[in-house]
């Protein structure tokens, strides 16, 4: 009888129409889930693709983007034509390019401008931290520096550290800087940042330093990057160059002898005249 009355109390009731509704949606649940982990993969294979793509333009150095990269362009830059070209071969890149032709902004789209940079920037950050772990399991290492102007007339710091991995010596450029001064403290103050950013604790474990005879490097009564470093690092052995004396000593041999003199200095002048001619074709 208790039973009975327990069966058709709105409670029971109420509880019973939700099991069944429970039973009834279980099944959506793992097909949701399944679409999911389809759709993950879907997106990881795509990322491969574009990873591969970026590591090959950045072993070739090539450029990634070009002037124009509308949909009705022929040439659309490097990224995006070999994108299109890895597409006849890639049922995953093939739909994708094709859902965001289809779509265009209402998707994901990891062809964009700023999906590229955070690409380059991702490995970019991989290569540094492995570069990273690499210089704090070998412990001691050695440092070269050097400014040189770019293509646009820019001071560029860049710096390598050479040390031993597993047996094996390792030269690393680990920073291009843009930077506005170029004396003796300013690079020191750069030098410092560097090594702050990768956690190197150069005041113990920095044994050599390499740079050019310039003023602002080899100065030695505290005017010179090297002179900087060895006030807090008296292990930091300073040598000079051997590439850059190499050079001094061929352009003094060189400029020695009267005739060697006279041929580059008139092959010079021949060069500068035909460059700026505007009847450069013609010669």
Not at 43 to 61: G, P, Q
Not at 91 to 112: G, M
Not at 242 to 270: I, K, M, P, Q, T
Request: proline letters at 1%.
């Amino acid at each position: 009888m208790r039973i009975k009355l327990h069966e058709t109390t709105e409670k029971n009731i109420m509880a019973s129409i939700k099991v069944a509704y429970r039973q009834a949606d279980f099944p959506l649940i793992p097909s949701l889930v399944e679409n999911d982990k389809t759709h993950i993969a879907h997106n990881k294979e795509i990322i491969r693709h574009l990873i591969d793509i970026t590591l090959f333009l950045s072993r070739h150095c090539l450029s990634f983007r070009g002037h124009k990269e509308n949909k009705n362009e022929d040439i659309r830059g490097n990224f995006k034509d070999l994108v299109a070209l890895l597409a006849k071969y890639s049922p995953a890149l093939a739909s994708h390019i094709t859902e965001v032709e289809i779509k265009d902004r209402k998707t994901h789209n990891f062809l964009s401008w700023q999906r590229q940079n955070q690409l380059i920037q991702a490995i970019s950050t991989k290569i540094r931290s492995s570069i990273q772990q690499e210089l704090l399991s070998a412990t001691y290492f050695s440092v070269s520096l050097d400014i040189t102007f770019d293509i646009s007339r820019k001071e560029q710091l860049s710096l390598v550290f050479r040390y031993i991995n597993k047996g094996i010596i390792c030269e690393r450029l680990v920073a291009v800087r843009e930077t506005l001064l170029t004396t003796g403290q300013h690079l020191f103050t750069m030098f410092k940042n560097i090594c702050e950013e990768i956690k190197l604790n150069w005041r113990q474990h920095l044994v050599g330093q390499s740079f050019d005879g310039a003023a602002s490097m080899r100065g030695t009564y505290n005017n010179g990057l090297q002179a900087f470093i060895r006030e807090q690092n008296s292990s930091a052995i300073y040598v000079w160059c051997y590439a850059h004396r190499f050079s001094l000593v061929v352009v003094d041999a060189v400029s020695s002898c009267l005739e060697a003199r006279d041929l580059f200095g008139n092959l010079e002048l021949l060069f500068d005249f035909i460059g700026s001619s505007k009847n450069w074709s013609l010669f």
